[in-house]
């Protein structure tokens, strides 16, 4: 691997000069005018050794012990946990793109039932994030077709970007300033040729065992964020390989950590880090990373404890007589914290009578709560778990303020 020395260090972006001409008409007559571009290309990373200074490197070991003991969690809440950080983290990291809803309207999409573009767009997020962690489960290889297809599912179904759904962009992209230039840009990333290159050298870089996890994590999403390879969605893919990466060294192996929720607290300092990576410094963006996936784990320790006590808590609240079917839907609730009265049904069996007589009481008991106002076929969410998504998000986003 080439050296760089015993600092953290980094080659800078370099500026490329473009020719430019517009497509689209519209802007100013500036932007009409507008005959070169200056991109900013990317170092190659493949190769490149990561020397960061010792307090980095126990700060990130730290950071590590905190994420495995998230892991190492038992018991039945596992499953419940491992769905509730999931979506947690997809919310998160749609928010950063300024995509917007409830976690009532977030639980309605994820049953199918799609009234809110924003939490359907959530969903895709969510199977994005589920597609490309899945693909390196037990230390498997990262390869491209996957965060290809990642981004397939993320995209699939938009309405403006689905044709350049899985496909990188053949057009030259830009962040910031005008919608119909790049003129005031305060990014433009490499030109559209050069993608296929940098995803290659990113995708080797990903793969390799001899880097600390953590600086790895926050190198793999910022070179990422620079290539911007597709049209739309490179936030969202770009922080599902942070979780990607955890899950191909084996620092977790069955709950995601909600970084996401850290990064949208401090939104314009993550910003800034990634400026700071592009401008040939990684190690506040390490820093950043660690202190971010640090407190996101700590607080989703304390979510496991506090759905590990759940059940003794709803038995209190609604008292069902043992074996009653009040009592097995209680049982089946942290695994299928949403549902209809037709998967109730299947989950618990017995009359119909039953289980509707059962929702009913726990829907007396505040322990569910109807997510439409439909008369037939009402989906109903386990309360205490749809509104620890949003606690868990304001708590991760309090530690680090």
């Not at 699939?156 to 005031?184: K, T």
Request: with cysteine; proline share 6%.
């Amino acid at each position: 691997m080439a050296s760089r020395g015993d600092t953290a260090d980094w080659p800078a972006h370099r500026p490329e000069v473009r020719p430019w001409r517009q497509v689209h008409r519209g802007g100013t007559m500036e932007d009409r005018r507008l005959t070169e571009v200056v991109t900013m290309r990317p170092p190659l990373i493949a190769d490149l050794e990561v020397r960061l200074p010792p307090a980095v490197g126990v700060a990130m070991e730290g950071c590590v012990r905190e994420i495995a003991g998230l892991d190492f969690a038992q018991g039945t809440e596992l499953k419940a946990l491992e769905t509730l950080l999931l979506r947690t983290e997809s919310v998160a990291s749609s928010k950063i793109e300024h995509i917007e809803a409830s976690v009532d309207d977030f639980a309605r999409a994820l049953h199918g039932i799609k009234s809110n573009p924003s939490a359907t767009s959530m969903v895709a997020a969510t199977e994005a994030l589920t597609a490309l962690i899945n693909s390196v489960d037990d230390g498997a290889e990262l390869h491209l077709d996957q965060v290809l297809a990642a981004h397939r599912a993320l995209m699939i179904d938009d309405p403006h970007d689905r044709a350049y759904a899985g496909r990188f962009r053949d057009m030259q992209n830009w962040i910031g300033g005008s919608d119909y230039s790049p003129r005031i840009a305060w990014f433009v990333p490499p030109a559209p040729e050069t993608v296929p290159g940098y995803m290659d050298d990113l995708i080797t870089f990903a793969n390799r065992t001899d880097v600390p996890v953590l600086a790895q994590v926050a190198i793999v999403h910022a070179q990422f964020e620079s290539i911007h390879p597709f049209t739309d969605g490179n936030g969202r893919i770009g922080r599902a390989l942070i979780n990607t990466v955890l899950r191909r060294r084996g620092v977790t192996r069955r709950v995601v950590v909600p970084l996401a929720s850290a990064l949208v607290a401090r939104r314009d300092e993550y910003f800034d880090h990634l400026g700071s990576y592009r401008a040939g410094r990684i190690e506040p963006l390490i820093q950043a990373f660690v202190q971010a996936a640090t407190v996101a784990a700590r607080e989703s320790q304390q979510t496991a404890h506090r759905i590990k006590e759940l059940p003794k808590l709803w038995t209190e609240v609604v008292g069902p007589r043992h074996g009653s079917a009040a009592a097995r839907l209680l049982d089946e609730l942290i695994a299928t914290p949403v549902f209809n009265a037709a998967e109730a049904e299947q989950l618990i069996g017995g009359p119909t009578s039953s289980v509707y007589a059962a929702i009913q009481r726990l829907d007396a008991a505040g322990v569910i709560r109807p997510l439409t106002r439909r008369v037939r076929n009402q989906v109903w969410g386990a309360s205490y778990l749809l509104d620890e998504v949003d606690d868990l998000g304001m708590r991760i986003a309090a530690g680090v303020q």
